[in-house]
Every structure is written in C-alpha cells, then in structure tokens.
C-alpha cells in the first residue's frame, strides 16, 4: 500500500493508505525516498494559506524529493526501474505560448505537487512524467538530492536578476533560500555579498557560507546599506524587508522579489523605484533550473552538509 500523510482544512494530519499510482504511458512510478520540507509547507501546516492559496479539500503535503524509479510506462525511454531520482514538481502542460517559450512556470495549467489541492510527494510512491524527473548523480545522497528543489528557486533568481561579473549582492533573510541563493550567485560570478538577518545563528552560518559581511536591523539599521547593492534578492518573504530592497539597491540595480511577504500588499518608495531605474522583477518557481540546480549540488558548489 502507499503511505500518504494528508493535510486538511483543521490543519490535521491524518495518514491514509491508498493504492500505489499506475503509471500513465509517459509517466514513471518513484518510490519516494528523501522529502524536504517547504517553507510553503509550513505556512499551509500553520496558517492554512499562503498568499492567495488556501488549504481547502484534504491534500498530501510536500515537494521537495528524490527517490527511486519502480515501475515504468509503456512508452517511456531514457529511465530505468532502480534508477535515482530527482521529481521537480511543477507539470506544465507543454503545448500554451509561454510553454514553448520556456517560461513553463507561468503555464495557467501547471499541474505543482503539493498546491492545494493537488498531492504532493509526503508518502510512498507518486506517479510523474519522465520529462520531471531528473537521473541523480552517485555522488549525491537521497537527502542531498532533494534539496534540489529549493536549490532550483535560487537558480532561477539569479537568471532572473539582471547582474554583472563581480557584482555586489545584499541578500535579505539568510533562511534556507536565502543561504542557496547566496551561494548560487558566488558560483555565477557574483562579487561581495552582504546577508541581512536578524538571527545572528543564522548570520553566522551565511559567513561560512561565503557571505562577506553580515547585517543584523535588530543591531544595525538598513539605512547603513543604502544603495550598496547592484542586486538585492528578498528571500525573507517581509514586508519590511521588501519595503526597504529599493532603498538598499543602488542606481540602475535589480531586485528580485523571491520572498512571498506576509501581507499581500506592501507599501513602496516608488519615487526611488522610477528615480534610480530600478528593474524590480518577480520569482515564480522556477524553470529550466533544475540541471544546474543538480550539476551545483553535485560539485560542491552547494555546501549540503551545513
């Protein structure tokens, strides 16, 4: 039987034994082996919502997963029963405009593991298209592997961020994504990095990390760090640090926007926003992120083990 451990509308978890997936033609069976767990999957655990997303119809929690391939469909090639695996969990459906113009994260039919109400990958075995599953390499652990999926979003910010070779970077909240995402732009070229936070653990674990300097606001006001950065990533998911990103970028910088802040809508200075021509740009996800996301696992470049 599949193990499923289900989230519902009382914020309840229930565990339920249901059949395991057939697979569809296109489609392989993964025996689920390493989850993560989603700050999304907090917010639903403890609130019941995230942003516009509301926990309705019972749903099986998680996203974050590497597992092993036990059953394939008929017409599926290049993947093997046994082989290891990385699920990336967004399912577009490959036919809409921004499909095929590689910008599958915003396909209006995305099938996203674990979005209320669909399943996720919190139980024994999932069914998902070959094409979403990626071959895992030897040198990485099934834990390892399923930090993929957050690794992918930091990915996807920095291809997002508009940023030079030698670049200075803020990055605000130093959490799992802000950590990854601190780490994938040194590995792109990025220059110094600052890492705001008001958990000095936290701060500490950013300076081991590569961070060149640290800020606490609890300690140090932002206004210290006004227009210092040529990039701010938001990763706090704050209304007061996303609030204060135009402040710190410098003229003609990027911010990106990967944090979801507590409040859906957020005061800005636009006069700075139009004044320095800021490009202030927004983070779905992620797509095409994934290779990368793994080759940097992979090779060190992520630091898994802290």
Not at 276 to 305: H, M, Q, T, W
Request: with cysteine; net charge negative.
């Amino acid at each position: 039987m599949n193990r499923c451990l289900v989230l519902d509308k009382t914020l309840k978890f229930t565990l339920e034994l249901r059949d395991i997936p057939l697979p569809r033609e296109d489609q392989v069976v993964v025996k689920i082996a390493a989850n993560g767990i989603c700050g999304s999957d907090a917010h639903f655990y403890r609130t019941g919502r995230l942003g516009n997303l509301v926990v309705g119809e019972p749903y099986i929690p998680g996203h974050e997963a590497s597992g092993v391939v036990t059953a394939l469909g008929a017409k599926v090639s290049g993947v093997s029963e046994g082989d290891r695996v990385i699920i990336e969990p967004g399912i577009p459906c490959g036919k809409c405009a921004l499909c095929k113009l590689g910008r599958y994260n915003q396909c209006k039919n995305v099938y996203f593991l674990s979005c209320p109400p669909l399943d996720g990958t919190l139980c024994d075995y999932v069914a998902i298209d070959t094409a979403f599953v990626y071959k895992m390499p030897d040198s990485l652990s099934f834990e390892d592997g399923a930090l993929a999926e957050p690794t992918a979003v930091a990915v996807h910010a920095i291809n997002r961020a508009r940023f030079k070779p030698g670049d200075t970077g803020v990055i605000l909240g130093s959490g799992p994504i802000g950590l990854l995402t601190l780490q994938v732009f040194k590995a792109c070229g990025g220059g110094k990095v600052l890492c705001a936070d008001i958990s000095d653990d936290r701060l500490a674990l950013a300076k081991e990390l590569g961070a060149d300097m640290v800020l606490n606001p609890l300690k140090t006001p932002y206004s210290e760090i006004y227009d210092m950065a040529n990039v701010v990533f938001e990763t706090a998911g704050n209304v007061i640090t996303t609030k204060e990103a135009f402040h710190i970028c410098a003229t003609a910088g990027c911010c990106v926007q990967i944090g979801w802040p507590n409040e859906n809508i957020v005061p800005m200075d636009i006069p700075a926003f139009i004044e320095k021509e800021i490009d202030y740009v927004g983070l779905n996800r992620y797509a095409n992120a994934f290779p990368a996301a793994i080759e940097f696992l992979a090779s060190g470049r992520i630091d898994c083990a802290k």
